[in-house]
C-alpha cells in the first residue's frame, strides 16, 4: 500500500488536521516524502485544518465549551488562526449549551456554598468560561 492510499484511507474514514495525519504516516515514510504528500492533500483541498477544526467543534457542541475546545484543537496541532476562527463562533452558544449540560446534570439551584462550589465546577471542568458558569449556576439570567 502507497502512503497516498493510506492516507485517502485515513481521510475517508473522517477528517484529520495536518498534524494529526502526519503523526499517523510517520511511521510509513521518510519526512520530506511525507510533507510533500501534506501538501498535495491540501492543495487538492483533501486534506483541511479548518474543515478538521469545524468537525471536532460539532462533535464537542452540547457538552464541551470553547475553553476545552480551544485545548483540545492546540494539542491536535490545529494552527492558531484556525483555532481563533472556530473557538469564536463556539463561545457564542456556550451559554445555552452550559444551561442544557447543566440541567441535564443538576437540574436544581444549588441549596448552598458546597454544592455551588460543586456545580461550578463541573462546568468549568466541561470547558465552559467562567462567565458563563457564573451566569448559570448562579442563576444571573433566567
Do not use: C
Not at 495536518?18 to 503523526?23: D, G, N, T, V
Not at 520530506?32 to 460539532?58: G, I, P, Q, T, V
Not at 484556525?82 to 440541567?103: P, Y
Amino acid at each position: 500500500m502507497t502512503l497516498r492510499e493510506r492516507a485517502l484511507n485515513l481521510l475517508a474514514r473522517r477528517e484529520h488536521g495536518r498534524a494529526e495525519l502526519a503523526r499517523k504516516l510517520s511511521p510509513h515514510a521518510e519526512a520530506d516524502e511525507l510533507a510533500a504528500l501534506l501538501d498535495d492533500l491540501e492543495r487538492e483541498n483533501l486534506l483541511s485544518n479548518a474543515r478538521y477544526a469545524e468537525m471536532l467543534a460539532h462533535a464537542r457542541s452540547g457538552r464541551h465549551g470553547s475553553v476545552r475546545l480551544k485545548a483540545d484543537l492546540r494539542d491536535k496541532g490545529v494552527p492558531a488562526e484556525v483555532i481563533d476562527a472556530v473557538v469564536s463562533s463556539a463561545r457564542e452558544t456556550d451559554l445555552e449549551a452550559a444551561r442544557a449540560v447543566w440541567l441535564r446534570k443538576f437540574g436544581a439551584p444549588p441549596r448552598d456554598a458546597a454544592e455551588r462550589g460543586k456545580q461550578m465546577r463541573f462546568l468549568a471542568g466541561r470547558g465552559f468560561p467562567a462567565d458563563v458558569v457564573r451566569k448559570v449556576v448562579g442563576g444571573g439570567e433566567d
